[in-house]
């Protein structure tokens, strides 16, 4: 166990739905993070939020909105997604000391396939 | 733009046999990180390595960072079937004054029997 759990673990949806990622963290630090693994690119970084503050989007599309209410919990807010979506949802967190990060643990993931 | 480069990408080997992943790294880091992936499962941190010369072991497993050749190396040592996985390495850069890991495209490692 990492100390970093994901619900659910699987999500299958249409296009048309909305459906949110949840991820929370129970290793008291102050950075969490959403990467996105699909089988043909490397693990993409998508959001960055220190101390509940996003400090990165990666070029994201609004069709993914995070949420960070506080440290501890991080969401991922999905709406007409496109089939291109699908793909494994990690998410990771870190302590954060303002010049250096430690290392990132990730949570097992959440699988989506969007039909 | 930063670029992490590892190689192979598909690394198939007979079991007690040695080899060496690579990762290159295209702008200047001085942490960098491994990670084990199984099939299915999340990333497992392996190493984390924080200065130049840095050399850590576990196991059949030994990395090495190069901060001036932009270079880390993952050595494996008598390989068996259990270190069959996806190994991940990945750049820590500072970009706009935030911290963000740079992944490569990983190394799918098949230990065979």
């Known amino acids: 166990e990492t100390g970093v759990t994901q619900t659910p673990r699987h999500l299958v949806m249409g296009m048309t739905n909305k459906k949110s990622l949840k991820c929370e963290q129970h290793?008291?630090?102050?950075?969490m993070y959403w990467y996105k693994q699909s089988a043909k690119k490397p693990l993409e970084l998508m959001f960055v939020y220190n101390f509940k503050e996003q400090t990165e989007n990666n070029s994201v599309p609004s069709r993914f909105s995070p949420e960070c209410p506080n440290s501890s919990h991080l969401f991922l807010h999905l709406h007409t997604l496109q089939p291109e979506d699908s793909a494994l949802y990690l998410c990771a967190s870190s302590q954060d000391h303002g010049e250096y990060s430690y290392e990132q643990y990730f949570g097992p993931g959440t699988r989506l396939t969007v039909t | 733009e930063l670029k992490v480069e590892q190689n192979p990408l598909f690394l198939s080997m007979q079991e007690g046999k040695n080899y060496t992943i690579y990762c290159n790294y295209s702008?200047?880091?001085?942490?960098l990180y491994w990670y084990r992936q199984d099939p299915g499962k999340s990333l497992e941190s392996l190493f984390v390595?924080?200065?130049?010369?840095a050399v850590k072991q576990e196991g059949r497993l030994m990395a090495s960072l190069d901060t001036k050749a932009r270079l880390s190396t993952l050595h494996i040592t008598a390989a068996v079937h259990d270190l069959s996985a996806t190994y991940f390495c990945?750049?820590?850069?500072?970009?706009?004054?935030?911290?963000?890991?740079?992944f490569g495209k990983g190394t799918k490692l098949t230990v065979n029997p």
């Open positions: 390595l924080l200065s130049n010369g």
């Open positions: 990945a750049v820590d850069i500072n970009q706009g004054g935030s911290e963000k890991l740079v």
């Open positions: 702008t200047t880091s001085d942490r």
């Open positions: 290793l008291g630090h102050n950075a």
